[in-house]
């Protein structure tokens, strides 16, 4: 079985955004009752979001740990180029809550090991379609999130305008 989809991790028996053992850093814990946002070396949540409370959720992440700088992303806003790709929101998970309504988001430590293209875009679409669907309990499946992982990490994206149709047909196929 596959054990990582670029920021998305299993540790043990639960599935992780980013690096839970890295020192000062932060992970997303993937759990039943919902995500559960983790700081190295404190052993209960910082906070606890329920599955039900999601309507957007969106992945952001970088290929390489340097990326995710503080300074890449004073250099990505000095040099004007292009959507953010760098700085310390670059990984990070964000999206829409409902009961209240707010915008969250909750930036986690990147891997010392490098993520992949195709792992960034499938990672993105699997929450991204999961939550769209009224899924979002899928994410704490452990099993499920285990198929899933093993069938994208393998999977060759279509990047272009139909990119969200083809993401939409493997994730679909993962049965919601």
Same mark, same amino acid.
């Given at each position: 079985?596959t054990?990582?989809l !670029?920021?998305?991790?299993?540790?043990?028996?639960?599935?992780?955004?980013?690096?839970? /053992?890295?020192?000062?850093? @932060?992970c %997303? +814990? %993937?759990?039943?009752?919902?995500?559960?946002?983790?700081?190295?070396?404190?052993?209960?949540?910082?906070?606890?979001?329920?599955?039900s409370?999601?309507? *957007?959720?969106? +992945?952001?992440?970088? $290929?390489?740990?340097?990326?995710?700088?503080?300074?890449?992303? +004073?250099?990505?806003?000095?040099?004007? $180029?292009?959507?953010?790709?760098?700085?310390r929101?670059?990984?990070?998970?964000?999206?829409?809550?409902? =009961?209240?309504?707010?915008?969250?988001?909750?930036?986690?430590?990147? =891997?010392?090991?490098?993520?992949?293209?195709?792992?960034?875009?499938?990672?993105?679409?699997?929450?991204?379609?999961?939550?769209?669907?009224?899924?979002?309990?899928?994410? !704490? *499946?452990?099993?499920? %999130?285990?198929?899933a992982?093993? /069938?994208?990490?393998?999977?060759?994206?279509?990047?272009? %305008?139909?990119?969200?149709?083809?993401? @939409?047909e493997?994730?679909?196929?993962?049965?919601?």
């Amino acid at each position: 079985m596959t054990e990582h989809l !670029g920021p998305l991790e299993l540790v043990g028996d639960r599935w992780v955004i980013g690096d839970p /053992k890295r020192e000062g850093g @932060s992970c %997303l +814990v %993937l759990t039943a009752g919902g995500m559960e946002h983790h700081k190295s070396g404190v052993p209960e949540p910082q906070l606890v979001i329920p599955w039900s409370r999601f309507m *957007d959720m969106r +992945v952001n992440a970088t $290929t390489r740990a340097w990326l995710a700088t503080r300074t890449m992303g +004073v250099l990505q806003a000095v040099s004007g $180029t292009g959507p953010q790709v760098g700085g310390r929101s670059a990984c990070s998970v964000s999206g829409l809550l409902r =009961h209240p309504y707010e915008y969250w988001s909750l930036n986690y430590t990147h =891997h010392q090991r490098p993520y992949t293209q195709p792992h960034i875009f499938w990672v993105g679409h699997l929450f991204r379609k999961t939550v769209e669907a009224k899924a979002a309990r899928r994410l !704490g *499946d452990p099993e499920w %999130l285990g198929n899933a992982v093993a /069938k994208l990490a393998t999977a060759r994206p279509v990047y272009g %305008l139909s990119s969200n149709r083809r993401a @939409s047909e493997v994730i679909e196929a993962l049965g919601l």
